[in-house]
Structures are given as structure tokens and as C-alpha cells.
């Protein structure tokens, strides 16, 4: 079969949050004076988006800092976030038609709390823009060559002058992120640092584990290197059958995951949880005192009634090495309520494996963002950009990582689109 050739101006790989607002701002600005298209390898555009924020698609924070990203990211991010603040971005998305408002955290989510409210906008003005959609349609090669870029797939070759990659990350594969961003900035000679699962449960060594399976607890939990406290997070630990999760054991695991990645200058991590955050340590063996004295009787295994989870109670115990469940707590002794006590306020996990990438929720790593300029603009070929998850910069939870996927996206479109006019004005002089 003869290949079939397509002839563009702009052509943006990948129609997630990043791609789409690159093709949007482009198209805003050249619409039907350019032609451009938004090439998917899935059957519609934007599967991640869609399950973002848990189907609501937190956009952004409006508590933002380059603080809250990588450090090899933090310069680069706070420029960004000068020019495209979380203010800017909502006015941006509401220019489009979108409405949005914040939660008492900061958080930043659609007025209709839906993430496909954010997709069918973006969709809606491709559409109106002119830009033509290619789905099911991957990607196999990218070529550069005096100038331009051709992209190779199957049958297809399709031609550009400018070029924006957007293509994700690695991580969960069945909502198409396959890692095709590194091998087609490798395949243009470009610099990629290694990459991992951010986001994501800690796979833990602990034979107890199960027993407090499915139980869900407030806690502050740090992960702890070499004695050295790296970061400590407040939020709801949840205890799964062979891991630790929830959104402050998530805000850790980049810590953990890049450990086991071998690129960490840390000694091997430890994640500390304080299972009762808001009672001290003298406060909590006055209240295990005062229970043995005041109901002597009362069976180990309801040491914790009126405290925590029993189920939790029962993993803590165990933990402790305390047994005979049905003796009475009169028969503890002062060492063994000491190391409950201790148990409780300082529960120690040994992270043993990098977390699944199916179960993370960001890529780290990436394109080395030494390879771009301010507007994501490729430093080594002057018609490419690169944005979105592609990039070594990801944030914690909370709206920071699509903050910078929109961000890239709408900086990146209108610069490409900018550079583009210069262009059509020097061809006229």
C-alpha cells in the first residue's frame, strides 16, 4: 500500500490536558489561517483527564508554589507559575466557557464537579478552531530533517514545521500513557532522566499488614532517610494487603519510588506514621494507665475500644508483640504499655519495592528540562516543544501536576503561534 502523506503547520502529539490546550491556544490565535492537527493514539482524547481528581479534575491550587515540585524543577517551575498563576489559569479556562471554583483546601475544580465538563470545552473549541483530530492513530517514528519533522505511522507519514510533544508519561498504561514521550525525544538525540512511578501506594515488608486491611485512619506520616526527616505529610492512611496508601502516603512515595529507582542520593527510606496525631505521647500512656486501672478486667483485645479501629487495634497489638488477647490489660505490664504506646505513635514501615506504575498517578522524571527554554521550546530544534508529563517536573497531589500540563500547553500554543506570525510577516516583506 502507498504511503499517504499530510502536510501541516503545527501537529501536537497527544490529546491529553497538556496537548489540548496547546492545540486550543494555537488555534485561537492562527485558526484558519494555519493548518493543524492533534494526533491520539486511543480512540477519543483525554482517558486520563476524564479520571483526574476522581472524575471532578482538580485544574490547579490556588496555593502554588515551585515548592511543591521536584527539586531538580523548582526553577523552572517558578517562572512558569509567574506568568501562568492559578488566577490566570482559571480566567483562562473560563475564557473558553468553563466556570470553576475552589474548595476550602485551595483546590481548584470545575463548577459542575466533572471532569468531562473540562474535556468537552477543550474538544469543543478544536473544533471551533479548525484543528483536525486524528484518534487510533500511533505514532512509530519521528524524523527531523532540514527543518521540519516527519512522523511515521504505519502507512502514514504526516509533515510538520512545528511540533509539540505531548505525549505523557509512563504511568497507567490502560488510560494510554506508554512512555512513547522518551522514546521519541530519544529518537531526536534529546536528554532523558531516568523515570518512575510518583503519586503512587508504598509497597511495604510486613507480614501483619493484612489485618488491618481496608482500614482508613488519620495520621502524620514522614519518610525518614539515613535519620534524616525528608518530608512529613498530615491525612488519612489507608492499610492495604501488601502496601500503605492515601494521599499523604502518595505526597512520600516520589521519596521512596526514586530510592528503589536507584537514582537517590538517600540511604534506604522509612516511613513513620503517628497514628494519633493530636494526643501526645504522656497524654496517650495516661489514658492506657487510666483504662487498666479503672477496668481492670477488660480483654487485650479491646485495649483500643474507644481509641482507634479494632481491626487497626488488633495490627498494632500484634506489631507490639503483645498476646494473649483475652487476658485482662491489669496483667500488662509497664514495658509492654510502653511499647504500645510507642507502637502507636511511631509505626514504622520498610518500603521494599518501587510502587506499581498502574497504581501511580504521575510519571517522574522525564526530558531533561535543560533540553527546553521558558516556553517549552526545544533549545536544540527551533520548531519543537515539549510539555505536559513528557517533562522531569511533577508536583504533588492536589492540582499541581495538571496546573503545569495546562500551563505548558497554553504557553507553549500561543508561543508556537506567535513565532509562527513572525514567520507569515517576513514572508511578506
Known amino acids: 500500500m502507498d504511503n499517504i502523506n499530510e502536510q501541516f503547520d503545527l501537529i501536537i502529539i497527544g490529546g491529553g490536558a497538556a496537548g489540548l490546550a496547546a492545540a486550543v491556544s494555537y488555534g485561537k490565535r492562527r485558526g484558519s489561517s494555519s493548518r493543524y492537527a492533534v494526533i491520539e493514539k486511543e480512540r477519543k482524547p483525554g482517558r486520563k483527564l476524564l479520571a483526574t481528581g476522581s472524575g471532578r479534575c482538580n485544574l490547579t491550587n490556588l496555593d502554588m508554589s515551585e515548592d511543591y515540585y521536584n527539586d531538580s524543577a523548582k526553577a523552572f517551575v517558578s517562572d512558569v507559575i509567574s506568568r501562568m498563576t492559578p488566577e490566570r489559569l482559571v480566567s483562562e479556562f473560563k475564557k473558553l466557557g468553563l466556570l470553576c471554583k475552589p474548595d476550602e483546601a485551595g483546590r481548584v475544580y470545575p463548577y459542575s464537579n466533572r471532569s468531562d465538563s473540562v474535556l468537552d470545552v477543550l474538544t469543543n473549541w478544536l473544533e471551533h478552531t479548525g484543528a483536525k483530530l486524528f484518534c487510533d492513530t500511533k505514532i512509530d517514528r ?207 514501615f520498610e518500603p521494599c519495592a518501587i510502587s506499581a506504575e498502574n497504581s501511580a498517578q504521575v510519571t517522574a522524571g522525564g526530558v531533561a528540562l535543560t533540553e527546553i527554554d521558558r516556553n517549552f521550546r526545544s533549545r536544540k530544534y527551533k520548531g519543537l516543544y515539549i510539555v505536559g508529563e513528557a517533562l522531569d517536573a511533577d508536583g504533588l497531589c492536589g492540582g499541581y501536576n495538571l496546573h503545569m500540563a495546562f500551563a505548558g500547553g497554553f504557553i507553549s500554543g500561543a508561543h508556537a503561534a506567535k513565532e509562527e506570525k513572525k514567520h507569515d510577516k517576513n514572508k511578506r516583506a
Open 142 to 348: 519521528i524524523e527531523a530533517c532540514a527543518g521540519r519533522f516527519v512522523l511515521y505511522s504505519g502507512n502514514k507519514c504526516f509533515h510538520t514545521e512545528k511540533l509539540i510533544l505531548a505525549a505523557g508519561g509512563r504511568v497507567q498504561k490502560n488510560l494510554g500513557s506508554d512512555g512513547s514521550s522518551y522514546e521519541f525525544a530519544r529518537q531526536l538525540g534529546l536528554e532523558c532522566t531516568p523515570v518512575f512511578p510518583s503519586l503512587a501506594p508504598i509497597i511495604v515488608n510486613d507480614k501483619s499488614l493484612s489485618l488491618a486491611k481496608g482500614v482508613r485512619t488519620a495520621a502524620s506520616v514522614s519518610v525518614i532517610c539515613g535519620g534524616k526527616k525528608l518530608h512529613t505529610e498530615v491525612g488519612e492512611l489507608q492499610f492495604n494487603e501488601k502496601n500503605i496508601s492515601g494521599i499523604c502516603i502518595f505526597q512520600l512515595s516520589r521519596y521512596v519510588n526514586e530510592y528503589f529507582a536507584g537514582v537517590s542520593n538517600y540511604k534506604k527510606p522509612v516511613i513513620i506514621a503517628d497514628l494519633a496525631p493530636d494526643i501526645s505521647k504522656n497524654e496517650l500512656t495516661d489514658y492506657f494507665y487510666t483504662k487498666q486501672k479503672i477496668l481492670p478486667e477488660t480483654p487485650v483485645s479491646e485495649m483500643f475500644t474507644g481509641l482507634l479501629n479494632k481491626k487497626l487495634g488488633a495490627y498494632l497489638l500484634k506489631r507490639a508483640n503483645i498476646s494473649g488477647m483475652d487476658n485482662p490489660i491489669s496483667r500488662l505490664s509497664e514495658n509492654q504499655l510502653e511499647a504500645i504506646v510507642n507502637i502507636v505513635k511511631e509505626c514504622s
